[in-house]
């Protein structure tokens, strides 16, 4: 059974400084990986995929890598804003269950002004 | 335009009582899904429709029963509801079904539901 976690819980950094979230997951036999991003009282949005045959993607101050052999992902935060204060979420699909998606229980930052 | 909008937001109710959510997408995706997400944040699976086609059921109670009129919209209807239905239930869509190298899952804002 896939797992996924996530450690912190919650972080809280000043702004400005560099961001380091971290997902780590059971079963490497995945397709792909996504963080999302959920604010509180709304939905979740996607930031970044990184396909199984990847290592990394990056969008703007944000950069995603993925070990699949240590079933591990990090998702980097460069120079904190106090706008990127929510929650972060990994997810990956488990191709030998239905490809359903599973969630790590997120990371709450705080970024302080 | 909302690309996934779901309906009510919010949603207080009486224990055994029976209700609906609505969700619809703009999007032209094939496959639509539910998750409920719990008071410890964990988002979980729910249900997940390809093509107007049931696909996934994670062993939800079938006091829980999605319908999906057409590809475009993927109601969920509870009924008798119970104090443990409360949480926020999140509608979801992607263009297949979950699983291909680069699939992207859209959310609705969510409807947290309260059941007293």
């Known amino acids: 059974k896939q797992e996924v976690t996530q450690i912190p819980a919650a972080l809280s950094v000043p702004e400005g400084e560099n961001l380091v979230l971290n997902c780590s997951f059971t079963?490497?036999?995945?397709?792909?990986l996504q963080w999302f991003r959920q604010d509180p009282g709304k939905g979740l949005t996607s930031l970044l995929l990184?396909?199984?045959?990847?290592r990394e993607q990056t969008s703007g101050r944000l950069n995603a890598s993925l070990d699949k052999s240590s079933g591990r992902s990090t998702l980097y935060i460069a120079a904190s804003q106090p706008g990127d204060s929510a929650t972060y979420l990994c997810?990956?699909?488990?191709?030998?269950?239905?490809?359903?998606?599973?969630f790590g229980g997120g990371t709450r930052v705080l970024v302080k002004p | 335009d909302t690309a996934v909008s779901q309906t009510p937001k919010y949603l207080v109710t009486q224990m055994g009582n029976d209700k609906s959510i609505k969700c619809e997408q703009n999007?032209?995706?094939?496959?639509m899904y539910w998750y409920k997400q719990d008071s410890k944040k964990f988002l979980k699976i729910m249900f997940s429709?390809?093509?107007?086609?049931?696909?996934i059921n994670e062993t939800v109670p079938n006091r829980f029963s999605p319908k999906s009129p057409d590809k475009a919209h993927l109601n969920l209807h509870i009924n008798s509801l119970e104090l443990g239905d409360s949480a926020v239930y999140f509608c979801?869509?992607?263009?297949?079904?979950?699983?291909?190298?680069?699939?992207?899952?859209?959310f609705g804002s969510g409807t947290q539901l309260s059941v007293l």
């Open positions: 979801a869509s992607s263009l297949r079904y979950q699983g291909s190298l680069d699939e992207k899952l859209f």
């Open positions: 079963d490497s036999a995945i397709y792909n």
């Open positions: 990184i396909q199984s045959s990847q």
């Open positions: 997810a990956v699909p488990i191709k030998a269950a239905g490809n359903k998606l599973t």
């Open positions: 999007l032209g995706h094939d496959t």
């Open positions: 429709y390809n093509n107007k086609e049931l696909i």
